[in-house]
């Protein structure tokens, strides 16, 4: 474990894991290459002088850098973040559908054409006929509650 104490083994270090950023991109390496230079600089000042101190310090130093720098990314290059509606009930009340099938009377079923493609609908009780319009109230499990347009 001695040439763990060597200047020479974490320039190399260093010099390798710079290279390696080339090839796999992201940051890691660059970091890991940037504590090992600061690992060197303490052995060679004689300010790290046993193995476990001065790996120790390694991984606190890379650490550290790993955790900075991610957050330094992230608010100066963060990327574009847009929220939007989880409830698609929000989104599809009140649109119209083409009716395929006709609804009713009762609780009898047909079907509907939205966003291209075809549901089951169920209705208020009120005939909905054929190639007539209707709007959507709301969904329940795979099929769409809808009422006549007015």
């Known amino acids: 474990m001695e040439y763990i104490l060597f200047f020479e083994t974490w320039i190399f270090l260093a010099i390798l894991f710079a290279c390696l950023e080339i090839f796999v991109p992201g ?42 720098v991610y957050f330094i990314t992230e608010r100066f290059f963060a990327g574009d973040t847009t929220v939007e509606n989880v409830f698609e009930e929000l989104d599809i009340y009140g649109k119209n559908v083409n009716v395929l099938e006709q ?17 089951t609908a169920l209705g208020d009780g009120s005939i909905i006929h054929a190639g007539s319009q209707a709007s959507i109230v709301c969904k329940e499990n795979i099929s769409l509650i809808v009422e006549p347009t007015k």
């Open 27 to 68: 940051g890691i390496l660059l970091n890991l290459g940037i504590a090992s230079l600061l690992v060197a600089i303490g052995v060679q000042q004689q300010i790290l002088d046993t193995w476990i101190l001065t790996l120790t310090t390694w991984f606190i130093i890379a650490t550290f850098l790993l955790i900075s």
């Open 103 to 119: 609804i009713g009377p009762g609780t009898q079923s047909g079907r509907v054409e939205f966003q291209g493609s075809t549901w």
